[in-house]
């Protein structure tokens, strides 16, 4: 079992910055792929980005690439998403996820990721 906790979010203005950081139980997050993904009111959840297990392959979606970089930290066993230049459409709710098996790189679907935290919400005033 593994345990995801995100915390960063919160109230920002266009322009502004956040980051998202997402602490995992577990002595194995080195072998994990970790994800971001988020999901506005009455949206599908969407991908936003993935790091590989040993932070080498990163991999983000075309509406936040330039602007979010994803990084972790096995030592510390967490992930983060370090957001720039925040629009009103990057308002959501934003989970993290890890897939804990397999070495294929980037896995952008939902159904690809096996533990979900409970999520963080952005919001991002115009």
């Known amino acids: 079992q593994v345990q995801l906790v995100e915390s960063g979010g919160g109230l920002v203005q266009t322009g502004g910055s956040l980051r998202l950081s997402c602490a995992a139980s577990?002595?194995?997050?080195?072998?994990?792929?970790m994800g971001w993904f988020r999901q506005a009111p009455g949206k599908e959840r969407e991908f936003v980005a993935a790091?590989?297990?040993?932070?080498?392959?990163?991999s983000y979606a075309d509406s936040v690439k330039g602007r979010f970089t994803i990084s972790r930290d096995n030592a510390k066993i967490t992930v983060y998403l370090q957001m720039n230049s925040l629009k009103p459409e990057d308002t959501a709710v934003y989970y993290c996820?890890?897939?804990?098996?397999?070495?294929?790189?980037?896995?952008?679907?939902?159904?690809?990721?096996?533990?979900w935290g409970q999520g963080t919400q952005v919001t991002v005033s115009s």
């Open positions: 996820a890890a897939r804990t098996s397999g070495t294929y790189f980037p896995r952008v679907r939902v159904e690809e990721y096996d533990y």
């Open positions: 577990g002595r194995t997050f080195s072998t994990y792929t």
């Open positions: 790091i590989s297990r040993s932070g080498g392959s990163i």
